[in-house]
């Protein structure tokens, strides 16, 4: 089975704290992808990456970057963590297969920022 | 711009009834469609997908509709138990390396 795992499953920050968010896949997929999930807004998109040392703006980048050193790595970082930011995120890992096809999700981190 | 619409935020259901969530997408190019399930404090899991070349695809009590000239597709769930309360996301993906685009998401209430 696909194992996606992330750090933590709860995080209380204050407003301008640096924050990191790690995932880790077990099953060699090539992309991975971060999200958040707020009530009435569904998933949206952060970022993804589609390789090592590559990333790829999702439709809500404002405030967020990320780093993917080794494949089966994402991390996402809030440099200044703003109380906007609080939120379920949520990582996500797929195959290439000339798609992505389906995305497998880690259990979520929930983030609060006071 | 929303690609892939699920109009309905929320929807009771009684334990042992039919429950139908409703998806809707706009681009023409997707050709494989997802559903996937959310519960609180959990990551979405996958449920069951349909390619564009099929017009339904079932998996024990859950089964896909898709009606390409509408651009719509549904998720029956026969017969609904309280544990699939649940938020229930539609996702879309074309022939491209592009992320799945999801739904906001329709929350299924099954009531004992």
């Known amino acids: 089975d696909v194992k996606v795992t992330q750090s933590s499953r709860y995080l209380v920050k204050r407003t301008g704290e640096k924050v990191f968010l790690e995932c880790v896949q077990d099953?060699?997929?090539?992309?991975m992808f971060w999200y958040r999930q707020d009530p009435g807004l569904g998933l949206r998109l952060i970022y993804f990456?589609?390789?090592?040392?590559?990333?790829e703006k999702g439709d809500i980048p404002e405030g967020y970057s990320v780093s993917r050193e080794k494949k089966e790595r994402f991390s996402l970082i809030l440099e200044s963590a703003s109380t906007n930011q609080t939120s379920m995120y949520l990582c996500?890992?797929?195959?290439?297969?000339?798609?992505?096809?389906?995305?497998?999700f880690g259990p979520g981190t929930r983030l609060t920022v006071l | 711009d929303q690609q892939v619409k699920q109009n309905s935020p929320s929807l009771s259901v009684q334990e042992g009834r039919i429950s139908i969530l409703n998806c809707d997408y706009t681009?023409?190019?997707?050709?494989?469609f997802l559903w996937y399930k959310k519960y609180p404090a959990e990551g979405p899991t996958f449920l069951i997908s349909?390619?564009?070349?099929?017009d339904k695809n079932e998996d024990g009590r859950f089964t896909v509709f898709l009606n390409k000239s509408a651009k719509h597709l549904s998720l029956h769930i026969v017969p609904s138990q309280p544990g699939d309360s649940a938020v229930y996301f539609c996702?879309?993906?074309?022939?491209?390396?592009?992320?799945?685009?999801f739904g906001k998401g329709t929350r299924l209430s099954v009531i004992a």
């Open positions: 996500a890992s797929s195959l290439r297969q000339g798609r992505v096809g389906e995305q497998f």
């Open positions: 099953m060699d997929h090539e992309n």
């Open positions: 990456s589609y390789d090592v040392k590559m990333k």
């Open positions: 681009n023409s190019m997707f050709d494989y």
């Open positions: 349909i390619s564009s070349i099929k």
């Open positions: 996702a879309a993906s074309d022939p491209g390396n592009t992320p799945l685009v």
